[in-house]
């Protein structure tokens, strides 16, 4: 079974930092792609940002470039989101995805909660 834990969600100021963490476990984890994304209930789910296989190539959505780094530790089976001057409008559920490319089978963690606000 391929388990995705996530973690690290909760209420920030804006302006201010979060990390949040996706524990991977019953896969090869070097095998996969990993993925952020998040939703706002009524509204889509988005993709934040992707990183490969080896975590030397990463892209992200326009609204958070820059703001947003996607690393992960193919050690730990770790995947990770550091979130830098967050705004109220990057409030939503954040949900970690595994695809693996060569099946193109996705794996999604439960989602953990992140909210911006003063």
Known sequence: QVHLVESGGGLVQPGGSLRLS????GLTFTNYVMSWY?????K??????????A???TNYA????GRFTISRD????????QMNSLK???TAVYYCKARRPRT???????????????
């Open 62 to 65: 326009d609204s958070v470039k």
């Open 22 to 25: 996706c524990a991977a476990s």
């Open 104 to 118: 193109r089978d996705d794996y999604w963690g439960q989602g953990t909660q992140v909210t911006v606000s003063s």
């Open 44 to 53: 889509e789910r988005d993709l934040v940002g992707v990183i490969n296989s």
């Open 38 to 42: 998040r939703q706002t209930p009524g």
């Open 74 to 81: 193919n050690v730990k089976n770790t995947v990770y989101l």
């Open 55 to 57: 975590g030397d190539g």
């Open 88 to 90: 109220p409008e990057d």
